[in-house]
């Protein structure tokens, strides 16, 4: 009895274990996972050049309602509203890019690969793609079995930059992740619902953004006239290049980005106003000024987005289908 005594006092006073995420985490469990995931990320980006800025978007939001943990995959059900199904969700994409990895890994090691980290991946993957780097990615997540539309607050295009700071810090990334992470948008589309008040209305002035370059104002109005852009239905409105120094894919990550905001030529009210701060105009122009080391500085803040509420060890679950939680029975 007294030696039991001891084990339960040493127990109860032992250090919590904390299994954290690792680089090469299924080299054992599954060691072709991800090359699988870059193979079938391949296919989908020689099909559609903007693939990479659709998995990008999808791990953001992801990420940022209750962590990496793959709930922005959830189907609705009949009991429940999905974060998928939310307003600014609406116009996500890539979800069959994440189904065909998820296929093609459950044919090699069934229910070990989970969707979170499938998703992480293909972002990762993307973003090599799209010409940043093939960052050493830490794997391990485990799969949420919680997903629902009420608890989906992203920040919006229209958020003050103080505003979007405060959003970000609330996940635990700061002002240089914000910058840097928003360097994304120099890659891919936007539709024409979220500039529409900067051409229009601005702070509901009924005039223009003064901000905006005159030249690219006029482009920006042949492209998004007031009368094609349907509040009710964002997803049918047109789209744009949020870049618009892209007249055509292939979509590349660098610099251009930053060039367009400090000239006034960025489309999103956020990303200009990055232009009208001290610290995010000088990360901007060195950035400019360096282009290796905006490409450094995404790939760790992409890292540290990759590790924001994830669940590991016996938490959560590695899900069959990323559309579905596992059956109970």
Same mark, same amino acid.
């Given at each position: 009895?007294? *030696? +039991?005594?001891?084990?339960?006092?040493?127990? =109860?006073?032992?250090?919590?274990?904390? &299994?954290? @995420?690792?680089?090469? /985490?299924?080299?054992?469990?599954?060691?072709?996972?991800?090359?699988?995931?870059?193979?079938?990320?391949?296919?989908?980006?020689?099909?559609?050049?903007?693939?990479?800025?659709?998995?990008?978007?999808?791990?953001?939001?992801?990420?940022?309602?209750?962590?990496?943990?793959?709930?922005?995959?959830?189907?609705?059900?009949?009991?429940?509203?999905?974060?998928?199904?939310?307003?600014?969700?609406?116009?996500?994409?890539?979800?069959?890019?994440?189904?065909?990895?998820?296929?093609?890994?459950?044919?090699?090691?069934?229910?070990?690969?989970?969707?979170?980290?499938?998703?992480?991946?293909?972002?990762?993957?993307?973003?090599?793609?799209?010409?940043?780097?093939?960052? *050493? +990615?830490?794997?391990?997540?485990?799969?949420? =079995?919680?997903?629902?539309?009420?608890? &989906?607050? @992203?920040?919006?295009? /229209?958020?003050?930059?103080?505003?979007?700071?405060?959003?970000?810090?609330?996940?635990?990334?700061?002002?240089?992740?914000?910058?840097?992470?928003?360097?994304?948008?120099?890659?891919?589309?936007?539709?024409?619902?979220?500039?529409?008040?900067?051409?229009?209305?601005?702070?509901?002035?009924?005039?223009?953004?003064?901000?905006?370059?005159?030249?690219?104002?006029?482009?920006?109005?042949?492209?998004?006239?007031?009368?094609?852009?349907?509040?009710?239905?964002?997803?049918?409105?047109?789209?744009?290049?949020?870049?618009?120094?892209?007249?055509?894919?292939?979509?590349?990550?660098?610099?251009?980005?930053?060039?367009?905001?400090?000239?006034?030529?960025?489309?999103?009210? +956020?990303?200009?106003?990055?232009?009208?701060?001290?610290?995010?105009?000088?990360?901007?122009?060195?950035?400019?000024?360096?282009?290796?080391?905006?490409?450094?500085?995404?790939?760790?803040?992409?890292?540290?987005?990759?590790?924001?509420?994830?669940?590991?060890?016996?938490?959560?679950?590695?899900?069959?289908?990323?559309?579905?939680?596992?059956?109970?029975?």
């Amino acid at each position: 009895m007294a *030696a +039991l005594s001891l084990v339960l006092l040493l127990l =109860a006073h032992a250090p919590t274990i904390v &299994v954290s @995420l690792q680089v090469h /985490y299924y080299r054992n469990s599954c060691p072709r996972a991800e090359i699988i995931v870059k193979q079938v990320v391949q296919k989908h980006f020689l099909q559609d050049p903007s693939v990479p800025a659709g998995l990008l978007r999808l791990h953001f939001h992801d990420c940022f309602v209750r962590g990496c943990d793959a709930s922005v995959l959830l189907d609705s059900t009949a009991d429940n509203v999905a974060e998928k199904t939310a307003a600014p969700n609406l116009t996500l994409r890539t979800f069959d890019v994440i189904d065909d990895a998820k296929a093609e890994l459950e044919k090699v090691c069934s229910r070990v690969v989970s969707c979170a980290d499938v998703l992480a991946l293909a972002a990762r993957d993307g973003v090599a793609l799209s010409g940043g780097a093939a960052y *050493a +990615l830490p794997t391990g997540r485990r799969d949420g =079995a919680v997903s629902m539309a009420s608890d &989906v607050r @992203l920040p919006s295009p /229209y958020f003050s930059i103080q505003a979007a700071e405060a959003a970000f810090r609330n996940i635990s990334l700061d002002l240089v992740d914000l910058t840097t992470l928003l360097g994304a948008h120099g890659v891919g589309f936007c539709h024409c619902g979220f500039v529409i008040d900067r051409l229009y209305n601005f702070q509901a002035t009924g005039l223009s953004d003064p901000r905006i370059d005159p030249a690219m104002l006029a482009t920006l109005k042949q492209q998004c006239p007031p009368e094609v852009v349907l509040p009710s239905n964002i997803t049918k409105d047109p789209k744009i290049f949020l870049n618009q120094a892209t007249t055509s894919p292939p979509f590349v990550l660098d610099t251009s980005f930053y060039h367009s905001l400090l000239n006034g030529k960025a489309v999103l009210q +956020l990303d200009q106003d990055l232009a009208f701060t001290d610290v995010t105009s000088r990360l901007a122009a060195r950035f400019v000024s360096n282009p290796k080391r905006f490409i450094h500085q995404f790939s760790k803040s992409m890292i540290k987005l990759g590790s924001v509420g994830v669940l590991t060890g016996g938490e959560g679950e590695i899900r069959l289908n990323c559309r579905k939680v596992n059956s109970k029975t």
